[in-house]
């Protein structure tokens, strides 16, 4: 039973350029959440989908978006990046019914350049 | 979400408990204490939880203080592999509520 994928799992990319992140959620999960870890800190959410729309938003501006597939995958979209952008990105997928925990990837190391 | 507070590192020899520590004084009653851990270079894996009771399962012990005020998790034998940051989060346990992440505490097994 696959866990949560997520790819790339590294990326370089040049200020202003976007960037798009990929998951797939484990089996059975319907629920997608992402959150940016800086280097030496927690994870920070930054939002969350469910049945395909964005279900809750954390404290990240709209260079952010995203977007769930009928298949619960999920991208992250990041526009016009900058330096703080550079991060370890987390991919975290769940259920909407049931056990509430959450199963996450081992993410995806996104350089600004 | 009620915020944790935890000391930011520990050491812990190999074979020995390990007892991680966690504050949480303005936990509410339908929130859960919940426990992650993160290895290098890998996604939080998820530890155990619990309300009230204490809790065991093949990976470690959950002790919640009677006042639930405070909470620690047990490590029985810690073995290199264990060597994380450990994180202690409250929650509603409700579908789409998010785990809010302090800073945790980095826990370094010697030999």
């Known amino acids: 039973d696959a866990g949560v994928t997520q790819s790339p799992t590294h990326l370089i990319k040049t200020r202003g350029q976007q960037v798009t992140l990929r998951c797939s959620p484990k089996?059975?999960?319907?629920?997608v959440s992402w959150y940016q870890q800086a280097l030496g800190q927690g994870p920070q959410f930054i939002f969350q989908?469910?049945?395909?729309?964005?279900?809750q938003r954390g404290n990240f501006p709209d260079r952010f978006s995203g977007h769930q597939f009928p298949n619960y995958s999920s991208e992250l979209n990041v526009n016009a990046l900058l330096l703080g952008d550079s991060a370890l990105y987390l991919c975290?997928?769940?259920?909407?019914?049931?056990?509430?925990?959450?199963?996450f990837g081992s993410g995806t190391r996104l350089t600004v350049v | 979400d009620a915020k944790t507070t935890q000391p930011p590192s520990m050491d812990c020899a190999e074979g020995r408990a390990a007892n991680l520590p966690c504050n949480h004084s303005?936990?509410?009653?339908?929130?859960?204490v919940y426990w992650y851990r993160q290895i290098h270079s890998q996604g939080p894996q998820y530890i155990i939880h619990?309300?009230?009771n204490n809790e065991t399962n093949e990976m470690a012990s959950l002790i919640i203080t009677e006042d639930r005020k405070s909470s620690t998790l047990i490590l029985p034998h810690a073995t290199l592999r264990d060597t994380a940051v450990y994180y202690c989060?409250?929650?509603?346990?409700?579908?789409?509520?998010?785990?809010?992440f302090g800073g945790g505490t980095r826990v370094l097994v010697k030999p």
């Open positions: 975290a997928s769940s259920l909407s019914q049931g056990y509430y925990g959450y199963t």
């Open positions: 089996s059975g999960h319907d629920t």
């Open positions: 989908y469910y049945e395909e729309e964005e279900r």
């Open positions: 303005t936990i509410s009653g339908n929130e859960y």
């Open positions: 619990g309300l009230k």
């Open positions: 989060i409250v929650r509603v346990e409700a579908a789409g509520n998010k785990l809010t």
